[in-house]
């Protein structure tokens, strides 16, 4: 063969192999980049119970890696009628604007916190939940809240006393944002105290608060089933004598076997 022929040949065969080789990266990279083709319909709803499992879990997750380490973070599960007020919520495509705190309310628990996220498509639940824990990178525990908005979602998901959790997400076409999905998770009892917004759970040993009821080397979970509507029920109970039983039920009921404080000190 002329050498010509022999340079033409192997030119033609580099440039079609290039061609092919790149072809097959922007295929690798679509697949990586847009996950959500894979995703079926009702991959997302937490009405499948394989769904509301994979929640529970991530929740749970990252709860136990908080720093510094925490004493008293209570094992997170599942809340029917908070799931339901979330996909309520949801389904009213509202962009990333909380709702009033009085419509999260549910029995002996009281208000709920809440989290939202949106994205332009299918999502996992995994990659909403992580996106809320990673606020951690702008807190400081203890120092002052300067800006809640980049922190308040990873205060409310480790606040170590919310232990019910309930999701829902909605596809909403339209609208003047265009199509998103909405994603939205109620915590209950709500933490993000306002004054102790900075201690979203004591720091100690992990299950240093619960050393004979704790699962996993980190979590709590002897949690309280109601809650106190005062902060300083502590201090009534010891002056008064009496349990003022409507405001301070979990004092009253659960006393200190069942963890229901964050700032027990």
Known sequence: MM??????????FVFL?????????????DKQLFPSNKIPEDGL?????????????????FRTKVRPTAS???????????????????????????????????????SCGQNLFVASRKTPWFFAIKNWFLEYQ?????????????????????????????????????????????YVCHYCPAGNVETIIQYPYKIGPQCGDCTESCVSD??????????DYFSNCNDLVRVANVCPQGTCNATCTCGNQRLHKNYPW
């Not at 192999?17 to 990279?29: C, G, K, P, Y």
């Not at 003047?176 to 909405?182: C, D, I, L």
Request: charged letters at 10%.
């Open 72 to 110: 008293n973070m209570l094992l997170m599960s599942w809340h029917p009628l908070a799931a339901r007020q979330a996909q309520n919520y949801a389904e009213r495509c509202v962009f990333l604007q909380h709702n009033d705190a009085a419509e999260n309310t549910v029995p002996y628990l009281g």
């Open 218 to 227: 980190a979590l709590c979970t002897n949690s309280c089933p109601v809650k």
């Open 45 to 61: 709803s937490p009405r499948r119970s394989v769904v509301r499992r994979k929640i529970v879990l991530y929740h749970n997750f």
């Open 138 to 182: 702008n807190f400081t525990y203890g120092a002052p809240i300067r800006n809640l908005k980049a922190v308040g979602h990873y205060t409310q998901m480790v606040w170590a006393t919310s232990h019910k959790v309930g999701c829902g997400v909605a596809h909403c076409p339209g609208g003047p944002w265009g199509t998103f999905y909405n």
């Open 17 to 29: 192999n290039s061609i092919a080789m790149l072809q097959s990266v922007r295929t690798w990279s």
């Open 3 to 12: 050498p010509w022929k022999f340079i033409f040949w192997f030119g033609l």
